[in-house]
């Protein structure tokens, strides 16, 4: 069976090289069940790589990695490194090189895994996140270090090519679900960008008259997301906003450690980058205990991206019915492995194909 797609897989650091493996033979099953397979090509990129070579990944990785159609990453990090080192040497260059613009946070309810909130089981968001600009700017600096007078200073960018692109796309995927759109704001304090914000994407929804356009501040937001939870369907939020909220509602789901993400190059110019959101967990790492449910989710958000939208429906219904089943790892209770939980749900791919 020829590869139908090309993926660059950065397993990267502690639990990442567990539950990349073990999510890829998820993904492989998925697709087999539908006549498709995939290429994969590994880097060792990452915090080791740091450590021998003084950078993430090689003076050439954009390049590389722009040959293939997608990235598959596991997590970065170690506990000996500044995670400015991580993120700034890996991440944010491949989101920014790549315009991956839209980081997509789907964020719901799961069977086995209960809410800590009330209404928490009942949550299904879109979190829609602009990626490539707001408060994470390089512009900026620090002046008289060690001083009494040090101070630093950040700037932040919003562009009206980036408001209006995100909230396009947000717009879109509100179409496609309940029709309403949460706009994270801020105005009443930040008085340039927030505002600037609100009109852009005012203007951008004024075209999307069948969706239905709410501006919360943030700090309110965030309070209604713990109390009324079900009552959100697509929120877009810059990126600081977006970042914090994306971690709120996965934990009123439930666990973080089960959230998928997706750093999105909508017009697929060039690759998009996978990743769970949860971290490289050092102190579990080499276990075989880190639940690979976020990166198999990831998986099923790659597989909708590159157009495998049955193989990825297939992956999110089995993942969940082997949780429904009660079987999970210690984080969520249960005593399976890695592994097992991951051949369990090829197992459920392989029954309900009937190829047991």
Known sequence: MSADNSIAVIAGDGIGTEVIPAAISTIDAALKVHGHAFAWKEYDWGSEYYLRHGEMMPKQGIETLSRHDAVFLGAV????????????????????????????RPIRALSGIPSPVRGGDDIDVLLVRENNEGEYSEIGGRVFRGLPEEAAI??????????????????????????????ATKSNGIIHTMPFWDEVVEETLAGFPDVGLENILIDA????????????????????????LSDLASAIAGS????????????????????????????IAGKGIANPVGAIWTGALMLDHLGFHAAGADLVSAFEAVLADGISTADLGGSATTNEFAAAVVDRLRVGMGRR
């Open 256 to 283: 973080i450690g089960v959230a998928p993400s997706a750093n999105i190059n909508p017009e697929k110019k060039h690759p998009s980058l996978f990743e769970p959101v949860h971290g490289s967990a050092p102190d």
């Open 154 to 183: 950040q700037e932040n960018v919003f562009t009206r090519k980036g408001v209006s692109r995100i909230a396009r796309y947000a717009a879109e995927r509100a179409r496609s679900r309940r029709g309403h759109l949460t706009s």
């Open 77 to 104: 990090g170690l506990p000996d490194i500044p995670d400015t080192e991580t993120l700034w040497g890996l991440l944010i260059p491949i989101r920014r090189e790549f315009e991956q613009y839209v980081n997509l």
């Open 221 to 244: 937001l965030a309070a209604k997301l713990i109390l009324k939870p079900q009552s959100f369907d697509v929120i877009v939020a810059s990126n600081l906003f977006g970042d914090i």
